[in-house]
């Protein structure tokens, strides 16, 4: 099983998807892929984001992709079966806790008493999330105190402007964010746009 290390150390971005289509999604990875991501977030938003992991596990079987939005035990086995590498969850409970994981499982956070509480059910990184709504960058220098060895990957409020100041953040391994990948330009199939806007995101965080 890949490590929940495995993921966050991918790409210093993880893009957040909601996608309508399997057929969208195909050409929306090749974009990501053309553009240097090979990591994809397809949140379990839309009807079609199952079928569209299954394509894009299949289709870029070396790519990691992953499921988003799993908010209990059935999307995370919904999530596995359709062939997704990772879970990403805006929260944690006891029933993703206790749900048998054949992948790694990265928990949303907002709180110290919920970092806390992750951290005795053998959780160490965790999504900070909505990352600017629950104090970005200040709150992450402030995590740090008292959770020096726990990683972030901050997703929430994050665009093009203000994602190198989270990125530089000894406790932040990547972050997650959808402005590289907006709907508009999904439905418009302006997919050679997608792979400017990745690559130029990759070039401000490198
Ligand atoms: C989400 O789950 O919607 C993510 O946090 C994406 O947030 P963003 O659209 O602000 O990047």
Redesign the pocket.
Known sequence: MLSVQDVMSRSPIIP?ISIKSAEEMLFLADALIEGGVDIFEI?LRTPKALEAIEAVAKEFPHAMTGA??VINSKTFGDAEDAGAKFAIS?GLTLELVHHDRTIPLLPGVATASEIMCALEYGFDAFKL????IVGGVGALKAFRGPFNDVMFCP?????ATNAREYLELPNVACI????IVPSDLIHEKRFDEITRLTKEALRLLN
Do not use: D, E, M
């Open positions: 957040v949140t988003g939005t805006p999330f909505p990352a600017s997703t929430g409020g994050i665009n997650g964010g959808s402005w």
